[in-house]
């Protein structure tokens, strides 16, 4: 298959040549006509699959073929995205890939100067890409306007439509044209999202070019017990002993995201955080500086799980295992990119045995366990399985008892728990993540 035969325009094909893609990736296979044709989809795609472009190729030929000419403070193509990073990577695939076409596109997203973003609204765009909250501050101040909008595109939009985002996002739909083009991409899409999304939708077409809630094979996945108190330590001992390249570390909290760096630091290795705390522009020059290879140890909160486009990246690292299993998908897909192969090592600790189970029965896989030496965990981590069965109860690692009496050996009895009761570890009416 070409991208001339799903009917793209030459312009397109040739920039897709000088990009070296050759043929279009499954999901582009199957979004690009779809999307020509103005349907509104339902794509499910695992992430590095090629899914910006499976929306935006078709979007820019439309915009190109079509339309009338935008008007001042108007937008033709909004695409909403759940993270700054997502929007500066997804609004440079739409340069990208519309390099040779007369059309006017930006990004908006908040920790920046609102004026500049303001500025190029004002003569009007065919594509904006930003995340609800910067878009809703602009609608504050009359500067963006939707009457012109034919298509809008939640990208990562299971998260997009999760409590977190629920209010703003009602805000920014209130405001949105009912006759318009909808397109919902995402590497995971649960059940409940799944009808949440369908009133948002009018016959749409759905896309799954992988089984749900998959992991992508060419990443090889598994797990260390360790001891809570001994993950940095065991961290820092892995990067030496494995002789690791560059590695994106994913931490639970914005605190141990800063602690770890220092940590690194401290040794020697060059290491950058990006969280939420962080200003824009410095969690900008990170992953910049990241992706240049100029630092060795990205570490992160989850605001870096979704849709980062990191070239080889071989190693992922989650410190702390994700309280939402989905992320868990998204985390290990900064890994095995573009057909690339890839590691993603969780070193877990008793506590997270809940996650585990959780992450297992998402992803229908139970995680090898490989104990480092010298760093068996004196807690146990109890042994799960992908029907969602702690088989062991935690339990302090105890020297041998020597028993003079056989008949009083009595076996320790198991108990059986099933995390999946608990949400499949998501954290129940979470409302905002602070990440
Ligand atoms: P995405 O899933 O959209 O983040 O894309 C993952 C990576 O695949 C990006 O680096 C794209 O540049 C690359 N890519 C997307 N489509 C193709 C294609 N048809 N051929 C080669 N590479 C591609």
Redesign the pocket.
Known sequence: MTFASLGLIDALQST?DT???????PV?ARAIPAVLAGRDLMAA?Q????????FALPLLQRLTMEGPQVASNSVRVLVLVPTRELAE?VYE?FCDYGSSLPLRMAVAYGGISINPQMMKLRKGLDVLVATPGRLLDLQSQNAVKFDQLQTLVLDEADRMLDLGFSRELDAIMATLPKRRQTLLFSATFSDAIRTLAKGLLNDPLSIEVSPRNTTVKSVKQWMIPVDKKRKAELFCHLLKKRRWGQVLVFVKTRKGVDELVDTLIAKGTKADAIHGDKPQPARLRALNSFKAGEIQILVATDVAAR?L?I?DLPQVVNFDLPTVAEDYIHRIGRTG??GATGEAISIVCADEVELLAAIEILTKNTLQRIEEPGFEAEHRVPVTNTAGQVLKKPKKLKKPKVFTNLVAKTPIKTKVKNPANNNGGRNAGNGKRKV
Do not use: M, N, V
């Open positions: 897709l990009l070296g893609y050759k043929t279009p990736t582009q795609a992430t590095g699959t090629g899914k910006t472009a499976g990577q695939s849709g486009d070239d990119r573009a």
